[in-house]
């Protein structure tokens, strides 16, 4: 038999007995919910890879573009301060990048799909596909 000590015992005591006179539970604590932890902030991102710096932890795609020579993605983190390119279904080797008004990073597809390095995401960014592939918006 498992024991309880005394303050632990009141304290449920005290839950089950607010619970019983109001109706409502007692709220209990609860794991803190995890912050992302990111290696990189802003222009400290700028040639670093998205996945070992622990940006994708909180990525979202702010605009994608087909084409036919594949999808172009513009991915930003908020933790990180960030973008980068996201390319999918292009031709093995589809030079594609990511860039700002100071920086820009060229990659080319490994397979069908890849992404690059990131650039400062404090200004406005844009991704695009070589040839007469397109670009994202500026955002």
């Known amino acids: 038999m498992k024991r309880i000590n005394r303050?632990?015992?009141?304290l449920?005591?005290?839950?089950?007995?607010?619970?019983?006179l109001t109706g409502f539970?007692?709220?209990?604590?609860?794991?803190?919910?995890?912050q992302v932890t990111a290696g990189?902030?802003?222009?400290?991102?700028?040639?670093?890879?998205?996945?070992?710096?622990g940006c994708n932890a909180d990525a979202y795609t702010v605009e994608s573009k087909g084409s036919a020579y594949g999808t172009i993605e513009l991915r930003y983190s908020s933790?990180?301060?960030?973008?980068?390119?996201?390319?999918?279904?292009?031709?093995?080797?589809?030079l594609f990048w990511v860039e700002n008004s100071s920086d820009i990073q060229f990659w080319n597809a490994i397979?069908?799909?890849g992404y690059g390095d990131m650039v400062d995401g404090s200004v406005s960014a844009r991704?695009?596909?070589?040839?007469?592939?397109?670009?994202t918006g500026w955002h």
């Open 12 to 20: 449920f005591g005290l839950a089950a007995a607010t619970t019983a």
């Open 25 to 34: 539970a007692v709220p209990t604590a609860s794991a803190a919910t995890p």
């Open 111 to 113: 397979g069908s799909t």
């Open 7 to 10: 303050t632990t015992g009141i």
């Open 79 to 94: 933790s990180c301060k960030a973008n980068w390119a996201k390319i999918s279904g292009a031709s093995n080797g589809q």
């Open 40 to 53: 990189c902030y802003a222009s400290s991102c700028s040639g670093r890879d998205p996945i070992q710096m």
């Open 127 to 135: 991704a695009c596909i070589s040839g007469a592939g397109p670009c």
